[in-house]
Nanobody
Framework: QVQLVESGGGLVQAGGSLRLSCAPS????????MGWFRQAPGKEREFVAA????????YYSDSVKGRFTISRDNAKKMSYLQMNRLKPEDTAVYYC???????????????????WGQGTQVTVSS
């Protein structure tokens, strides 16, 4: 089956930056990476950012707005999450999510997605 692989996570000092990448195992028209979610220990998975595949409208959670930037590469079928001014509260496992369709609603809901990566750990020290 199609798998998503996240990369770019790691340990960073508060105020630092990381760039996450999401690459599908197979680049086909049936894989559209559009969302990023995260989950901290003992907490539920939460929405972080998303981008429409066609019109490139972007969506961000209030906690990351102004600090994170989501982007995509149509040819490579990849998505990226640039994280700046990281805070200890950003510490979590980050997951990328993809859909079989280029259009999904609601884009901020995990139930709208079909594929998920294994996650990449992001740890921000104070």
């Amino acid at each position: 089956q199609v798998q998503l692989v996240e990369s770019g996570g790691g340990l960073v000092q508060a105020g630092g930056s990381l760039r996450l990448s999401c690459a599908p195992s197979a680049r086909t028209f049936s894989v559209y990476p559009m969302g990023w979610f995260r989950q901290a220990p003992g907490k539920e998975r939460e929405f972080v950012a998303a981008i429409n595949w066609i019109i490139t409208n972007t969506y961000y959670s209030d906690s990351v707005k102004g600090r994170f930037t989501i982007s995509r590469d149509n040819a490579k079928k990849m998505s990226y999450l640039q994280m700046n001014r990281l805070k200890p509260e950003d510490t979590a496992v980050y997951y990328c999510a993809a859909s079989k369709s280029a259009f999904i609603t609601p884009i901020i809901s995990p139930e709208s997605y079909d594929y998920w990566g294994q996650g990449t750990q992001v740890t921000v020290s104070s």
